[in-house]
């Protein structure tokens, strides 16, 4: 009887003293908006207490500006229809999808001189197969496609709870089965090999390569397909499949949305430091001119950590953590304006500089993100021109005829893949994670709501003897 009574007295003093277990999120881009609508969604929130650290706006590295009146796409701009994560949380926000660049025609342009112009029609496909092989194409696009569908065998597993310690093993995860029922590691190959080197194993015509296969990877990262690992830029690669799009109203309002949904409380303010000592979490950050700090029983950092991108120190037992890398210089010129004419294009066409040589990756006309088909019959002649370095106003001469206005977006808005150190952990220490490592696989949003959501299985998955934070001991 004494036990019995025992038991229920302890039990009901564990409701009475339980607290709430308290994470940090450092980060409120599509990482980290998403690791905290995750939470909420494997947690009830009356045992998770989430504060979100941002020193910017909410978005991150998705965010628009304002020229010729309208709102445009300057960050994260188009989302692969194969997303399913952005998908889902497109749905599940009840936004519509729209897109932030005009689907006119392509050309390539190398050394100055138009060498292949197509507006997806019949002829085009037909000049295609004459230029590039048509068994060369079939090779390219069943790589993609293969790719897309390996990629697509994660999904479930997430769902379904697993959670996967490294980058390396979240790649084997989506990687094929063979025939005898064992887990490759072809995705993590990939990784080992520059797609240069991957298109060419596959026999795919060296014209091929250095045209189409150029387009994506400098005008998706900046870089070129010799210094990008095989799947990242086979992930370039997937958007040539078509059917982009992105949010209507802009793709920040999906981390706005999913903040809002999972009730985090939203700190505007930079994170210094923090410290983690045997799996407790000391967060310094610098509000108003104060430093304050705040213990946390797990963190999910969900921003880059090179040196380059960030001045926040971590700290594991005391020692600071050094993190390898780089991420590259992009500027984006927004141009209200109208296109050189002694190119031979009209102001619909998007142009692609295939010449390594080029410091100019693209100009492509855009639409803003509140498009309305029915109410905007005319729009303003708005471009986004991607250079890896500064231009003049002689140099933007080169492509404009005319500029009535520009903005400049300097930004690193990307690893730079030369400097590959490969897939590491997610767990930086116990109760401490770091959701970035995944873009040293392939910076992209879905890829980022792919960690969050590896990440939160994990806390959810983590063992009894290291405390699971929403299972406080008295």
Not at 67 to 87: C, D, F, K, Q, W
Not at 222 to 232: A, C, D, K, T, Y
Not at 396 to 422: E, R, V
Request: aromatic share 10%; hydrophobic share 40%; proline share 4%.
């Amino acid at each position: 009887m004494n036990r019995l009574k025992c038991l229920l007295l302890c039990s009901f003093s564990s409701l009475i003293f339980a607290e709430k277990s308290k994470i940090a999120i450092i980060g409120a881009g599509i990482g980290g908006s998403s690791v905290s609508f995750y939470l909420t969604e494997k947690l009830s929130k009356s045992d998770v207490s989430i504060t979100v650290f941002d020193s910017g706006r909410v978005g991150g590295r998705l965010a628009t500006t304002t020229i010729a009146g309208r709102e445009y796409e300057t960050g994260g701009s188009i989302i692969h229809p194969a997303n399913r994560l952005m998908v889902e949380h497109l749905n599940r926000c009840d936004f519509k999808r729209s897109r932030s660049h005009e689907d006119g025609p392509f050309i390539m342009i190398s050394k100055g001189e138009i060498i292949f112009q197509a507006s997806d029609g019949f002829f085009d496909k037909i000049k295609s197969v004459i230029r590039y092989g048509l068994f060369s194409l079939l090779k390219l696009d069943y790589f993609v496609g293969n790719l897309l569908e390996n990629f697509d065998s994660v999904y479930p597993k997430l769902e379904a709870g697993q959670g996967y310690d490294t980058v390396a093993q979240l790649l084997d995860a989506m990687s094929p089965v063979s025939k005898s029922g064992d887990q490759s590691n072809e995705m993590t190959k990939l990784t080992k090999v520059s797609i240069k080197q991957k298109l060419q194993d596959l026999s795919i015509s060296d014209i091929l390569i250095n045209e189409l296969g150029m387009v994506a990877p400098k005008v998706n990262y900046g870089q070129f397909p010799e210094n990008l690992h095989g799947f990242v830029g086979s992930v370039s690669l997937a958007g040539i499949q078509g059917g982009l799009w992105n949010v209507q109203g802009g793709n920040y309002r999906i981390p706005e949305c999913l903040l809002q949904k999972s009730g985090a409380k939203l700190v505007a303010a930079s994170v210094v430091s923090i410290s983690n000592n045997a799996g407790t979490n000391n967060v310094t950050y610098r509000l108003e001119n104060e430093e304050i700090t705040e213990e946390f029983d797990t963190v999910v950092v969900a921003t880059p950590l090179t040196p380059d991108k960030t001045i926040l120190k971590v700290l594991i037992d005391g020692q600071v953590q050094s993190f390898a890398g780089s991420f590259q210089r992009t500027l984006a010129y927004m141009v209200h304006g109208e296109l050189n004419p002694s190119f031979g294009v009209d102001s619909d066409d998007n142009l692609f500089f295939i010449d390594p040589e080029e410091v100019v990756a693209s100009v492509s006309k855009l639409i803003p993100v509140d498009f309305d088909p029915e109410k905007d019959t005319t729009l303003p002649h708005v471009f986004k021109l991607f250079s890896r370095e500064e231009l003049s106003d002689a140099d933007l001469s080169k492509y404009f005829s005319s500029i009535k206005d520009k903005q400049i977006i300097d930004w690193l808005a990307y690893p730079n893949y030369s400097t590959y150190h490969g897939l590491n952990s997610f767990r930086l220490a116990t109760n401490l994670f770091y959701l970035n490592n995944i873009e040293w696989a392939a910076s992209a949003m879905e890829m980022s709501a792919l960690a969050a959501k590896n990440i939160v299985n994990l806390i959810v998955n983590q063992p009894v003897n290291e405390k699971m934070p929403f299972e406080k001991e008295l």
